[in-house]
């Protein structure tokens, strides 16, 4: 760390004025800008705004939807002074003094960037909260194969029933389906074709032939075109929200208790390709994850391994072992 005016005020400021919103979405995100400017990112929020509009020599940038304020030494104090708690900070306004000071002292350009690249990144660390609990590692919930079938057979619309079917046949992300089109299904092969996934990874997965054939009927019907789902503006493709709500009712017309969403779909997938004796690795080909962990989350919801316990109960009360 770069000792020195600017160095010790930016340690300072983090001490005082602690990163608001940290693990959460900030009300306001204060960052740097171009010439002298700081940006200023607010939801729509008109107490906000009001907020803003008392800060002298603001401007709203229509283009880039936010407020720029010319940079002051107070600059940070007064926002603080104004949004209190709802408030993030980006470290990197901490150290203009310290681009400043280096500046005078003819540092180069490079020396300066790499300065501030690294007390960014020691503010970064310097300013996380000790000791944060960690979030909770849940298991995905699960539907039994006879779950999947009642939900299938509760969605009496062609379009509806094909999409929840591609969804659990190939194991695909919500956002995943919407975006498919028309030439992503390959018949021949049965494969389905996944553009720029999660990741930036494009794969194939799973075709299966009862998806084929209700496909097949659901094109004869629809004819689509630009996409496979389109929604009622054809240049566009069916939205996450309706599919989310297409299985909801789904689930409610089959009956289904459990605390499921429409990815219960694709959780249920993995699990049972697993628990019928599909590698770990061709699963995780299938899926499109990244790392091996990611799937391997599977192994602890699968019946396949449980079920060959012997339960040492059952050997108690039969008369087996004492």
């Known amino acids: 760390m770069m000792e020195g005016s600017g160095g ?25 800008g171009r010439n002298n400017k700081i940006i ?12 803003v509009k008392s800060i002298p020599r603001r401007v709203w940038n229509p283009q880039g939807k936010y407020w720029e304020v010319p940079y002051s030494e107070d600059l940070i104090a007064t926002l603080q002074r104004l949004f209190g708690e709802n408030f993030a900070v980006d470290p990197y306004l901490y150290l203009i003094p310290l681009k400043k000071e280096l500046s005078i002292r003819k540092y180069s350009r490079r020396t300066i960037k790499s300065y501030m690249r690294i007390n960014r990144n020691f503010l970064l660390f310097a300013g996380k909260k000790p000791e944060e609990p960690q979030k909770d590692k849940k298991l995905p919930v699960v539907l039994s194969k006879e779950e999947v079938k009642k939900i299938l057979d509760a969605s009496s619309n062609i379009k509806h029933k094909s999409i929840l079917m591609l969804m659990y046949s190939g194991g695909l992300r919500v956002g995943e389906v919407i975006k498919l089109k028309p030439e992503d299904i390959d018949p021949n092969r049965k494969l389905i074709y996944i553009r720029v996934s999660k990741g930036r990874k494009d794969r194939y997965t799973l075709l299966s032939d009862v998806v084929l054939q209700t496909l097949r009927e659901y094109w004869r019907k629809e004819k689509p075109k630009k996409w496979l789902f389109p929604s009622w503006n054809k240049e566009r493709h069916i939205t996450t929200r309706t599919v989310q709500k297409i299985f909801q009712n789904a689930c409610r017309k089959a009956g289904i208790k459990k605390d499921v969403t429409v990815h219960s779909l694709r959780h249920s997938f993995a699990t049972h390709l697993l628990e019928s ?46």
């Open 277 to 322: 004796g599909i590698d770990l690795r061709y699963i995780q080909e299938l899926l499109g994850h990244k790392s091996s962990k990611t799937t391997e989350i599977y192994t602890h919801v699968s019946r396949k391994n449980l079920s060959a316990i012997k339960n040492p109960l059952d050997s108690i009360l039969k008369g087996g072992e004492t």
């Open 40 to 51: 200023i990112r607010i939801p729509y929020n008109q107490d906000l705004i009001n907020k």
């Open 8 to 32: 010790i005020m930016a340690l300072e400021e983090i001490a005082k004025y602690k990163m608001a919103g940290e693990g959460k979405i900030p009300g306001v995100k204060i960052e740097p």
